[in-house]
């Protein structure tokens, strides 16, 4: 057996619903916990409160002439892709996070 789900804390994947307003409209995201650390982490760098960076990755959809569907999944994307390009210590799952035995 490859032990990665036992191996992962409950804590990374607890799926956690946030609500934020959109131009006006509320509404909710619901984003695993590591999801919503790393959507963190990018709103800070750019200088953004997380709910004004989702607002703007919201308009950057808009701005291309797409509809945001499934907008959840593209968050998740985002944070997958960004993590891949950050060194490993910059992440907020420590090596003991995600170490397989």
Do not use: K
Not at 20 to 32: D, M, Q
Not at 68 to 95: E, H, K, M
Request: aromatic fraction near 8%; charge should be negative.
């Amino acid at each position: 057996m490859c032990h990665i789900y036992s191996s992962t804390p409950e804590r990374l994947y607890r799926r956690e619903r946030r609500s934020l307003r959109i131009h006006g409209h509320v509404t909710s995201i619901a984003l695993e916990m590591l999801y919503w650390q790393i959507l963190d982490r990018i709103a800070e760098a750019q200088g953004y409160t997380t709910p004004r960076f989702i607002t703007e990755l919201y308009d950057e959809i808009l701005d291309e002439g797409r509809e945001p569907d499934n907008f959840a999944s593209l968050l998740r994307v985002i944070c997958t892709c960004w993590a891949g390009r950050q060194p490993p210590d910059t992440l907020p799952v420590t090596p003991a996070d995600a170490a397989v035995p």
